[in-house]
Every structure is written in C-alpha cells, then in structure tokens.
C-alpha cells in the first residue's frame, strides 16, 4: 500500500474529492453510569465544535444485527493534523473522563453525496 500523503494525491489526480476528515470510533470503558454522567458535558462539547465547524457529524453505531445499542459512537471531525484531531477528541468529556475509549483515524472522503433542502418561505433545512 502507498503512504497516505501518495494515495491522497492519487485520489485527486483521478479527479477524488481528496477531503481529509478525522473518524473517532468511541466504545465505553466500563458500565452505562459513567456515560450517562457525562453525557450532558459531552452534547454540550459536541455543540461547541460544531459551532466553530470543527465536528461534521456524530452519532451511535448499532451492533452488527443492526437491531441494538451497544454503546458504541462514531465521531468525525474536521482538523488540520491528526494531532490536532487528537487533541479534540482527547478534549471530549467522555474521553477524557474515562467514560469512554476511543480509536482516531484519517478519513479520505472521494465520492458521494449528500443532499439539502431549503424551504424559501419556512426557512425549514433538511439533509439527507
């Protein structure tokens, strides 16, 4: 496999999106009770970023059935360095309470999309 900097570039020559996202899989390090102590702080965190544009999207993951909860969250955040991303992560009261675990890793987003509606005259947004 090519180092990531070399792949990035060949996803752009090859006419990829090339964008450099930051991807937290989160687990819980112990019962449910550290978690729902530090929830309120961590939606409050979770607000903050996504007001400075720094958090693109967050949310729990299902088990493999897709049928149940297991604690389980995915957190992706927009930095410059992956030190930086470590650093926001590290920052997340969940993380750095020990409620949680968690992994980081770069994301190298090319293709897809997604879709916005406005209403005009509601000034109601959606995203799908």
């Known amino acids: 496999m090519p180092r990531?900097?070399?792949?990035?570039?060949?996803?752009?020559?090859?006419?990829g999106l090339a964008l450099e996202?930051?991807?937290?899989?989160?687990?819980?390090a112990s019962g449910p009770e550290a978690v729902k102590a530090t929830l309120?702080?961590?939606?409050?965190?979770?607000?903050?970023?996504e007001?400075?544009?720094?958090?693109?999207?967050?949310?729990?993951?299902?088990?493999?059935?897709?049928?149940?909860?297991?604690?389980?969250?995915?957190?992706i955040y927009r930095a410059e360095t992956m030190e930086a991303a470590m650093a926001l992560a590290q920052a997340d009261p969940m993380h750095s309470a020990k409620a949680r675990n968690f992994t980081l890793r770069k994301w190298l987003v090319n293709e897809g999309a997604l879709n916005?509606?406005?209403?005009?005259?509601t000034g109601r947004v959606s995203l799908s």
């Open 4 to 15: 990531w900097d070399a792949y990035k570039q060949e996803a752009k020559g090859r006419g």
């Open 21 to 28: 996202l930051f991807v937290v899989v989160s687990t819980p």
């Open 40 to 49: 309120p702080a961590h939606l409050a965190y979770q607000r903050k970023l």
């Open 51 to 75: 007001e400075t544009g720094q958090l693109v999207l967050a949310g729990p993951l299902s088990d493999d059935s897709g049928n149940e909860m297991q604690g389980a969250g995915m957190i």
């Open 116 to 121: 916005m509606s406005v209403g005009l005259s």
